[in-house]
């Protein structure tokens, strides 16, 4: 392991104990045990159109041992903190899950969660008034990273030392997978003209077996879906360190453009991190709704619940711009959604050989 990382542990663990000292201080002088947090609820979610990101408003809330259940959330954030100082100290790591698992061996039986959502909940609390990320307190989740594939050279930290890995050239087609810490990454050369997030798996293996990645200098990150916060944060990492553009192509339906909204602007679950996370530079490929109607995309009807999202969208800030309401009234009035792989309707190459091109030359991208 680098000095670096080596630093950035004690670093870590120096400011969980803290927080472990802070109750003791409460302690001696005579006080009840306490620690204020924001109201982690959405009427307490606030987009702040400056930094254009999902931030925490000005309303607090205090766990305190002055009742029975604050007195048990305070005495599992003990045990929980000395887990983790402890595991930053023997530079092991832990899951979320695990972690739920663990403290059933914990001597206080007061101090075991009752369940997963319990110690998930906890792990948040711990970032949020520590400034610790979870990632930093080596704490990984279920499912592993996304990959990336494109001409780009990086160094990385393993448990076997230092690796350098070219992204094209030292991988398989399944790319590279993005490691649960991003910044322990350093980039080191690239050949990148922007960067394509993807949202399926299916249309990821276009792009890479159509050749897109070399062809145009495209980094291709693959989201997975709504994307962990591993593959936010290497994407914004990409923009901010590299000065790369960042490019989302979704399917086109509303639960998509909340995959694009939590690359650009952050997601609510994750408000004390967007500054850490989002990418408000982020900028929207398709498919749009305009695009079912001028390629005759195979479709399927919006459903109640795409209709009720999409009205919800129309109030969001992340959506109230011209370019959102247009697109997002347009498919109320067409009650239609189509995937990614609607455009293999016009054979496997439009997307690579048309679409994409067409559509990066009139965003300015090409």
Request: proline share 4%; net charge negative.
């Amino acid at each position: 392991m680098s000095s670096q990382t080596d630093t950035k542990d004690a670093q870590a663990r120096e400011q969980l104990v803290e927080l472990a000292a802070e109750f003791y201080d409460q302690f001696v002088a005579g006080e009840i045990p306490h620690m204020e947090l924001p109201t982690r609820t959405k009427s307490n979610i606030e987009y702040d159109p400056e930094k254009k990101v999902w931030v925490y408003g000005d309303r607090t809330s205090t766990r305190s041992a002055n009742s029975v259940g604050g007195a048990r959330k305070l005495l599992k954030a003990a045990y929980t903190v000395e887990f983790l100082a402890n595991q930053l100290d023997e530079d092991r790591s832990s899951t979320l899950r695990e972690l739920y698992y663990l403290s059933e061996s914990w001597d206080n039986e007061e101090a075991q969660f009752n369940g997963q959502d319990e110690s998930n909940s906890l792990v948040e609390d711990l970032e949020i008034v520590t400034g610790v990320t979870r990632e930093d307190m080596h704490m990984r989740p279920e499912e592993s990273g996304a990959t990336l594939m494109g001409p780009l050279e990086l160094r990385e930290q393993t448990r076997r030392g230092e690796r350098e890995i070219h992204c094209q050239l030292d991988v398989g087609e399944g790319g590279y997978q993005i490691p649960n810490n991003p910044d322990t990454i350093e980039f080191l050369d690239h050949d990148i003209d922007f960067v394509m997030c993807v949202e399926t798996g299916g249309m990821r293996d276009r792009l890479i077996e159509n050749g897109f990645d070399d062809e145009y200098n495209c980094l291709i990150v693959h989201l997975k879906g709504q994307p962990a916060r591993a593959t936010r944060r290497i994407t914004k990492r990409l923009h901010d360190d590299l000065d790369l553009p960042v490019l989302v192509f979704c399917d086109g339906d509303p639960w998509s453009y909340r995959i694009y909204g939590s690359v650009a602007y952050g997601s609510i679950k994750s408000a004390h991190l967007s500054e850490y996370l989002a990418t408000p530079e982020a900028r929207y490929v398709g498919i749009r709704p305009q695009d079912i109607v001028d390629y005759d995309l195979p479709t399927d009807p919006l459903a109640d619940s795409d209709i009720n999202a999409l009205e919800s969208e129309l109030s969001d800030p992340r959506f109230q711009t011209d370019f959102w309401e247009e697109q997002i009234e347009l498919q109320l009035d067409i009650e239609k959604k189509a995937e990614q792989q609607a455009l293999a309707s016009r054979g496997l190459d439009f997307v690579t050989d048309t679409y994409l091109p067409e559509r990066l030359e009139e965003m300015g991208v090409l």
